[in-house]
Nanobody, 126 residues
Framework: QLQLVESGGGLVQPGRSLRLSCAASGRTLDYYAIGWFRQAQGKEREGVACISSSGEITKYADSVKGRFTISRDNAKNTVYLQMNNLKPEDTGVYYC???????????????????WGQGTRVTVPS
C-alpha cells in the first residue's frame, strides 16, 4: 500500500522560500500522478500544483503560478514543491496526494486522488 509523508513545512517570513517534500513508500511512484493541496483554516482544500507520472505535465493554481514549482525524482520516490516569494495567504496545511494515471495526466481536483499524506503546516505571518 502506498504511503505518503510530507515534510519541510514551518514558519517563514513573507518573501522567503520553503521546499516541501513528499516521500513515498510501499510502492514506486513511477505510475502515479502527484498533487499538492493546501487547506487554510476555515477554508476548503484547494489544489496548488500537480505533476504527471512522467513529469512532463505540470499544472498550477493561478495564485501560485510563477512562485511555486513542482518536481519529482522517481529514483528517490519523492516529489517536491519549491515555494518562493511566500505570502501570508499561502499559510495552511499542505498535503500531497497520489493517483494512478497515464504519463501525461495530472489534476488539481482533490476528488481524483486516492492516497493522501498527513500534511505539513506552512505559516507565513502577515
Amino acid at each position: 500500500q502506498l504511503q505518503l509523508v510530507e515534510s519541510g513545512g514551518g514558519l517563514v517570513q513573507p518573501g522567503r522560500s520553503l521546499r516541501l517534500s513528499c516521500a513515498a513508500s510501499g510502492r514506486t511512484l513511477d505510475y502515479y500522478a502527484i498533487g499538492w493541496f493546501r487547506q487554510a483554516q476555515g477554508k476548503e482544500r484547494e489544489g496548488v500544483a500537480c505533476i504527471s507520472s512522467s513529469g512532463e505535465i505540470t499544472k498550477y493554481a493561478d495564485s501560485v503560478k510563477g512562485r511555486f514549482t513542482i518536481s519529482r525524482d522517481n529514483a528517490k520516490n519523492t516529489v517536491y514543491l519549491q515555494m518562493n516569494n511566500l505570502k501570508p495567504e499561502d499559510t495552511g496545511v499542505y498535503y500531497c496526494a497520489a493517483e494512478v494515471a497515464g504519463p501525461r495526466y495530472s489534476s488539481l481536483l482533490a476528488d481524483e486522488y486516492d492516497s493522501w499524506g498527513q500534511g505539513t503546516r506552512v505559516t507565513v505571518p502577515s
